[in-house]
RNA sequence: GGCCGGUUCGUCUAUCGGCUAGGACAGCCCCCUUUCACGGGGCAAAGACGGGUUCGAUUCCCGUACCGGCUACCA
């Protein structure tokens, strides 16, 4: 790398931010970190009537979650502030206007509704190089006619002047030479009529003064990048411009297409990487972080939808992915997400991980649920004995409650069955023989069990389960005899004649 | 419709002309486990199609088919 590569995410603020926009930050981010360079975020709302409050303030708090930090950005600072597009509104009408000037683009009065119209009237009407010779614009009109519209206000836009038959290309990162024919591309509006620049016109501009070396994007991109390449080449040189990468899609499961909102909410999954909510519907969007995931296997699974380093590994840590990630292993196609395969990551992200690093939020998914945790070292120590049956994060509560509260419920119908007086009579010299025991550790507690039972003329196999369904409610959760040294001598009393107690009415 | 992009097991993917096509998730079977998991072992499962180029094509080229993206004063 010949130069310290600054690259940018640049969302427009309208709403939660979904799988594939964390995927385009994460790809920028790694390539940015590898090569030693910054990552700049920049917040493109130069469509005011798109604008939700709150989206903005959500996209750093998803990025702060994944540990994708930026470098620059508005709620960073940095050296090309302002980072976000509308309070540099000023700065584009300069270069669209010496677009106009070089004939590279002009001046189009047609309003939107007379579009509409046309659109309704012709099928597949553009505004290109053919139709514009027959509508409002400073190329049909007298220049006396242009410059009284111009003075007495008159809205309008600049739209670029797409070449005669010319063939734009450029060399894509992972796609390699892709080209277009001019005659294919229409005249894209550059600068809209209340002034604010469209994203072509603000990507270019943007990119060339924050000095953006290599610019990263979804595919759905890649039919407008002749704009942008023709922008570069009149605005600032070819020479100049970042090096383009367009990123593979990320499908949706069954059938094809993009993925969007709306197929996790069909199929049950998230979508968006944390919980968003509407704020003039209200409606509500959860996120992979509310559903229990961890932001190392999020961003884990994430880099293995349309990369891998080339071996069989396929966990890898943020740190692991920067020293990794290379743009050449990225793939051209589209990838169909998978949320089991994503629930995989997590459970393994679960078992890797000290019970430490995540121990917080499991404690605010037990208190939601009404259990409030006063002993970490407890809590810690049943997170290390329940972790590896746990895939998501919120398994933790079903999995864990137990050992802080009696359980609401017995599976009586589990033991009934089988339930009889020499039974009952086992339970109730267990008690006695767990009152006298000096050492209260699950190997001594096994060994009484058995003892117990060899001397009744009872199968151990027989007893377990009624003890764990007394002790936990169900059956689930670890070793029984691991569950009864936690709960500790007291409890583990407790549990068995309330459970005796029910089986005897 | 037009333009652009893509095409290896159900899914994510390895392979940079030599393949008995490897791994992972999911599925099925077995083992471990006096619960449920974890774990271990195994089974099943793929190069869209047709032409070239080549001693040899999954790999390179062309065509076809299929899939997708875009086609706004949205990004």
Known sequence: MSKKPRVRFAPSPTGGLHLGGVRTVLFNYLFAKH???????????????????????YI????????????E???????????????????????????????????????AEELDAKRKEVPNFQYNQISRAALKNSLTLL???????LDAGTKHVIRIKM????????????????????DQVDDKVLLKADGMPTYHLAVVVDDHLMQITHAFRGEEWLPSAPVHILLWQYLFGLENMPEWAHLPLILKPDGNGKLSK???????????????????????????????????AFVNMLAMLGWNDGTDNEIFSLAELVEKFSMERVH??????DYEKAKWYNSEWIKKLPVSSYRLQVTGMLAASGINIDDNKKLETVLELIKDRCTLLTDFVQQSSFFFKAPETIDIAAIQPKWNEQKNMFFLELIRAFELMQSW????????????????????????????????GGKFGPHVFNIAEILGREETIKRIQHTLQLLTK
């Open 262 to 296: 709306r197929d996790g909410d069909r199929l049950g999954f998230p979508v968006f990487a944390m919980d968003w909510t509407d704020p003039k519907t209200g409606e509500k969007t959860t996120g992979f972080k509310e559903h229990g995931f961890l932001p190392e």
């Open 73 to 111: 950005s508005p709620k960073h600072g940095g050296p090309f502030a302002p980072y976000r597009q509308s309070e540099r509104k000023a700065i584009y009408r300069e270069y669209a206007e010496k677009l106009v000037a070089q004939g590279y683009a002009y001046y189009a009065f047609d309003t």
């Open 143 to 149: 220049e006396a006619e242009v410059k009284s519209l």
């Open 60 to 71: 750093f708090e998803t990025l702060a979650w994944c540990g994708l930090e930026p470098d």
């Open 332 to 337: 051209k196609s589209g990838a169909k997400f």
């Open 163 to 182: 070449p005669a038959n010319e063939e734009v290309k450029f060399t894509d990162m992972i796609r390699g030479e892709v080209s277009f024919n001019s």
């Open 441 to 472: 550790d699950h190997e001594a507690l096994e060994n009484e069990l058995k003892e117990l039972a060899a001397a009744n003329q009872l199968k151990p196999g027989e007893l377990m389960l009624p003890l764990r369904i007394m002790l936990v």
């Open 35 to 57: 090569f030693g360079g910054d990552f700049i975020v920049r917040i493109e709302d130069t469509d005011q009537t798109r604008f939700v409050e709150g989206a903005e303030d």
